[in-house]
């Protein structure tokens, strides 16, 4: 059970747009539609964002949405806010009957 | 709504076993909407998954883990529970307790997180 790829940092200016990659396989990312998101500011729990790909839980921005192709799934952050500075998890559900994570993306906003 | 929290002691000895409870608030842990989650993250690191439990006592985990791993579910308390025996230095971490949904797996609610170090 190997963790999802993620880029270690990405960054963007306020207003921009920012795309955070998670990379998996066929056995997790690319074999199941249960991908979500998490984010996470310093010293604080995980926050869920997204799950099954693209859905977002009652109360979370529509600045950020999900998608996926294949055994990679994606993040997209628009309208850049100060906010939005954490770090970012992507988590699957895998054939083995347990779930991963990516090992985290820190997002600077510039 | 569901409000989960951590407790436990933050420091153990090395070879020794660490026990963490997390209680829940909120609803019935017999409810059956949840897996009941320990997921830790060493300092500065990322999230890792250790195991859940459901409230009949089906239980799944990490095979890295899986040898050293136990999860239990206290129904009567509205708790449960983790163990992890022979610890050594690489399990110093913070321990989250979150809970899974059964229908669709995704980690919400999270507890606030408790740190666990180990050394001697």
């Known amino acids: 059970q190997s963790a999802l790829t993620q880029p270690a940092s990405v960054s963007g200016s306020p207003g921009q747009s920012i795309t955070i990659s998670c990379t998996g396989t066929?056995?997790?990312?690319?074999?199941?539609?249960?991908v979500s998101w998490y984010q996470q500011h310093p010293g604080k729990a995980p926050k869920l964002l997204i799950y099954d790909v693209s859905d977002r839980p009652s109360g979370v921005s529509n600045r950020f949405s999900g998608s996926k192709s294949g055994n990679t799934a994606s993040l997209t952050i628009s309208g850049l806010q100060a906010e939005d500075e954490a770090d970012y998890y992507c988590s699957s559900y895998s054939s083995s009957s347990a779930d991963v994570f990516g090992g985290g993306t820190k997002l600077t906003v510039l | 709504q569901v409000q989960l929290q951590e407790s436990g002691p933050g420091l153990v000895k090395p070879s020794q076993t660490l026990s963490l409870t997390c209680t829940v608030s909120g609803g019935s842990i017999s409810s059956g909407d949840y897996f009941w989650s320990w997921i830790r993250q060493h300092p500065g690191k990322g999230l890792e998954w250790i195991g859940y439990i459901y409230y009949s006592g089906s239980s799944f985990y990490n095979p890295s883990l899986k040898s050293r791993v136990t999860i239990s579910v206290d129904t009567s308390t509205n708790q449960f529970s983790l163990k992890l025996s022979s610890v050594t230095a690489a399990d110093t971490a913070v321990y989250y307790c979150?809970?899974?949904?059964?229908?669709?797996?995704?980690?919400?609610?999270w507890g606030q997180g408790t740190l666990v170090t180990v050394s001697s």
């Open positions: 066929s056995s997790d990312v690319g074999g199941y539609n249960y």
């Open positions: 979150a809970g899974r949904n059964s229908y669709k797996p995704r980690f919400d609610p």
